[in-house]
């Protein structure tokens, strides 16, 4: 499974814009240049493949705040490996694959809805307007091949269950087939992966993030 975190990885930084990943002998270094994730140390494995013990050497390494670890193991397992300094996200993230298929037709918004798509830099951005103009919904995917990233996928508090979310990523996948890639990618968060399921991803592994505050606690960076 190390391939899906390598895939994801790739696709991420063209989506956000960060440096090239830097490989590591226990997975990947990506500068972020972010005031709050001034970088992150993802890890390859998966599941029970991951080390705990390089974990931990990874994390005592660590001694500047805003620096972030990506695991793939459930928080519950991963924070009892972390020491002083570490914020750990309680709420796993799930990195999740879906095969991509040809869209067989247009996907439309609901009735009154605007749906615009466009690409800057490699990376396709969604966006759903609501009757009024204001912000309904977006999501953004970054081919790098054959797999595709899906990333920042939103939808407005009060604008939910409206099936918006369904047309945001179902307009990416089609886009991402499009541009030849043949598996999907995303770390969706626990409200996310009821959406996603019900679209056909499944579920690869938890993913635990953690931040060094260097003291206390601090927010959650996306």
């Keep these: 499974m190390g391939g899906i975190v390598r895939a994801w990885v790739d696709g991420w930084v063209v989506s956000r814009g960060a440096a090239p990943p830097t490989p590591e002998p226990w ?17 390859a494995s998966v599941g029970d493949d991951v080390d705990a013990a390089k974990v931990r050497e990874v994390a005592a390494g660590v001694t500047g705040a805003g620096v972030w670890l990506k695991v793939f193991r459930h928080p519950a397992a991963v924070g009892g490996w972390l020491g002083p300094g ?10 999740m694959t879906v095969p991509l298929r040809s869209a067989a037709g247009p996907v ?17 951005h969604v966006l759903v307007a609501a009757p009024d103009g204001s912000f309904a919904a977006r999501g953004q995917v970054a081919p790098t091949g054959a797999t595709a990233v899906l990333d920042r996928i939103e939808t407005a508090p009060g604008q939910r269950r409206r099936g918006l979310g369904s047309v945001v990523v179902r307009t990416l996948e089609a886009v991402a087939a499009a541009e030849g890639a043949r598996t999907g990618v995303l ?14 991803w499944r579920v690869v592994a938890p993913m635990t993030s ?10 959650r960076t996306p």
């Design 210 to 219: 953690a931040k060094f505050t260097g003291r206390t606690a601090g927010p």
């Design 187 to 200: 770390a969706g968060t626990p409200p996310g992966r009821a959406l996603y399921e019900s679209l056909g």
């Design 108 to 124: 439309e918004a609901p009735e009154g809805y605007r749906l615009r798509t466009w690409t800057r830099g490699g990376v396709t």
């Design 27 to 43: 997975g990947f270094t990506v500068d972020v240049g972010q005031p709050e994730q001034v970088s992150r140390h993802v890890f």
């Design 86 to 95: 570490w914020w750990v996200d309680p709420d796993p993230g799930w990195l």
